[in-house]
């Protein structure tokens, strides 16, 4: 059974960091890219960033380029994201993303990787708090 668990939101005061992380299991870390999704109240869920199979290719939102930073260890089947430079506006839940298709070996990402509907399993969450 496919299982992702986030750990490491917390409490921080603007300009902070903080540093996510999502183990994975059941499935064979390397085979699938991942991704960070959040959610604030009374918003949609949004994408962040996403890594491919390998971590040699990222993407993430404008929103936070040159502050969050995506990584990946398939040693430890462990996905991070580096969170710095935190404004009151990031707060939301964070949640890690796996997808549905395998895609080891491959040169691109899918084409909706910053879409929900290419991850078949999620995290529960974990809760990112910025203070202003």
């Known amino acids: 059974q496919v299982q992702l668990v986030e750990s490491g939101g917390g409490l921080v005061q603007a300009g902070g960091s903080l540093r996510l992380s999502c183990a994975a299991s059941g499935r064979t870390f390397s085979y699938y890219d991942m991704a960070w999704f959040r959610q604030a109240p009374g918003k949609e869920r949004e994408f962040v960033a996403a890594?491919?199979?390998?971590?040699?290719?990222?993407q993430a939102a404008d929103f936070v380029k040159g502050r969050f930073t995506i990584s990946r260890d398939n040693a430890k089947n462990t996905m991070y994201l580096q969170m710095n430079s935190l404004k009151p506006e990031d707060t939301a839940v964070y949640y890690c993303?796996?997808?549905?298709?395998?895609?080891?070996?491959?040169?691109?990402?899918?084409?909706?990787?910053?879409?929900?509907?290419?991850?078949?399993?999620w995290g529960q969450g974990t809760q990112v708090t910025v203070s202003s």
């Open positions: 993303a796996q997808t549905k298709v395998p895609t080891y070996r491959s040169t691109t990402f899918i084409q909706t990787y910053y879409q929900e509907s290419a991850y078949a399993y």
């Open positions: 890594i491919n199979w390998s971590g040699g290719s990222t």
